[in-house]
């Protein structure tokens, strides 16, 4: 497989490129960064579909989010990290994460993510709670104000 070209730039900044070599686990992870830095004005065809196979950025037209850690059907105890990746072309704000209780339909912010190399992440201290199946989504908010909410987890707490 040939190398993959990527252009992005930010603001009046001069266009910066980037190759790609397919596989490489550390330059995707450096260039993921750099993307949410960056809002990307080229795309290659081929980028494209790399990312989308590695589930990173299905598209990078509008706002996106979605929990990456835990997976659904995931069993937490006493505390959970909770991680999500969110991508928009104007750049990501904030990215908020809210637990609901899936028998009683009660929902909680869990507060804000904390921008990390990995994504935006949170912990879920469920201590307080019952028992149960609770579903966990983000809402990324992207520099233009533009929002988007992410699929439900739904984990099982048990302490």
């Not at 950025?57 to 909770?82: E, H, K």
């Amino acid at each position: 497989m040939a190398a993959v070209t990527v252009n992005y730039r930010k603001a009046s900044a001069p266009l910066l490129t980037s190759k790609l070599l397919p596989g490489n686990t550390t330059e995707l992870l450096d260039l993921v960064r750099v993307m949410e830095a960056y809002p990307l004005s080229e795309f290659a065809t081929s980028a494209r579909s790399h990312y989308r196979s590695l589930g990173l950025f299905p598209q990078l037209t509008a706002v996106q989010t979605r929990i990456i850690v835990p997976r659904s059907g995931t069993i937490v105890g006493s505390w959970c990290r909770v991680d999500a990746v969110a991508s928009d072309p104007s750049g990501i704000r904030s990215v908020r994460f809210t637990v609901t209780n899936i028998s009683t339909g009660r929902s909680l912010a869990l507060g804000p993510g904390t921008p990390s190399f990995y994504g935006w992440v949170t912990t879920w201290k469920t201590m307080g709670l019952p028992e149960g199946r609770y579903a966990l989504t983000s809402t990324a908010v992207g520099s233009a104000g533009n929002s988007a909410r992410s699929a439900p987890i739904v984990v099982d707490v048990r302490h």
